[in-house]
């Protein structure tokens, strides 16, 4: 990483923790990819204090995310890669996704990158850059669900480190279906969040580390510290004390709760549909992370079953 005070990053032996606590830095980007079992893979990188005016990282909009299907007997592996274009250097990590005898549950394995300069995508133009040294791991074993933190390049003059913050999920793909033809229901209807400002009472919240900044899904949550989780859905859930709570419209969604009103503000339109909609939200404790994080944090649930065993 330069300026023009010729200020640079070196690659670090990167460490890798998961975030209880997240850090205060300015995004640079993101990646992601799914395999064809469910398995989905998402990466925010972050520079952590944020960049000043002037410096420059030649690694932005250069990082990117793979994966090799699961194959007899072997688990899917994710293989998230960063370039310098600068540098015409490469390196990374493999992230191995072993499922475990619960639906939707994983050990995950860091691993060095295995693949050559000349596999990665095209558009990166790497085939001749050199392989840096592999990342030296913690021999830990994470699940999936947790927002794992790495660090990837420091700065020894200022203490500036980009971190990557990464997340394995299980979203099963949908297969179609060979039902008969039906209406278009209500519960149909997908949310799809991106890259989210918040308000609460007219006052900017801001925004905690996450590793997936675009989530779709028909149920997402919002954890706001010192307040509470709340899972959103365009429709009450039967045995769950939903509450009819805001609107939906556009590429806003808002609500009021115990007196406070919070506006959620999504980069893309949150339904496909135009018009105003009813949102119901059901409130829940945040998690210990959570309420350590110097702002809102967000994600999207399969289920409110999973909603609020999360926040046991």
Do not use: C
């Not at 799914?34 to 990466?43: E, H, L, Q, V, Y």
């Not at 972050?46 to 000043?52: D, I, M, W």
């Not at 339109?269 to 119901?280: K, P, V």
């Not at 999207?300 to 909603?307: G, K, L, M, Q, T």
Request: no cysteine; net charge neutral.
């Amino acid at each position: 990483m330069t300026n023009n005070k010729a200020i640079f990053f070196t690659f670090l032996l990167a460490g890798s923790l998961a975030a209880s606590a997240y850090g205060q830095g300015g995004l640079l980007g993101g990646a992601g990819t799914s395999s064809i079992d469910g398995w989905k893979f998402t990466a925010s990188y972050y520079v952590e204090p944020q960049l000043s005016p002037g410096q420059h990282l030649s690694i932005v909009g250069q990082t990117d995310v793979m994966h090799t299907e699961a194959k007899d007997g072997r688990p899917v592996i994710f293989h998230r890669f960063f370039t310098d274009p600068e540098a015409k250097t490469y390196w990374g990590y493999d992230v191995e996704v072993e499922p475990t005898e619960k639906l939707g549950s994983a050990l995950l394995r860091f691993r060095p990158f295995s693949l050559r300069a000349d596999q990665l995508p095209k558009q990166y133009h790497a085939a001749g850059f050199l392989a840096l040294p592999p990342p030296q791991f913690t021999t830990e074993t994470f699940r999936s669900g947790q927002t794992i933190a790495l660090d990837m390049l420091k700065n020894p003059a200022t203490g500036q480190k980009v971190v990557d913050y990464i997340e394995v999920s299980y979203e099963p793909i949908n297969i179609p279906s060979k039902a008969e033809p039906r209406d278009f229901e209500v519960a149909d209807v997908i949310l799809h969040i991106t890259a989210p400002s918040l308000r609460m009472n007219n006052g900017e919240v801001p925004q905690a580390i996450v590793a997936d900044q675009a989530i779709s899904r028909k149920l997402v949550w919002v954890s706001v510290p010192g307040r509470a989780r709340f899972l959103l859905s365009l429709l009450p859930r039967a045995g769950y004390p939903f509450q009819k709570a805001g609107v939906v419209t556009g590429f806003d969604l808002s609500f009021s709760w115990n007196g406070d009103r919070y506006q959620w503000h999504s980069r893309s339109a949150i339904t496909e549909s135009s018009g105003n909609w009813n949102l119901y939200v059901l409130a829940a404790p945040v998690t210990t992370a959570e309420a350590t994080a110097p702002g809102f944090s967000f994600g999207a649930v399969n289920s409110v079953e999973e909603f609020l065993s999360k926040a046991q």
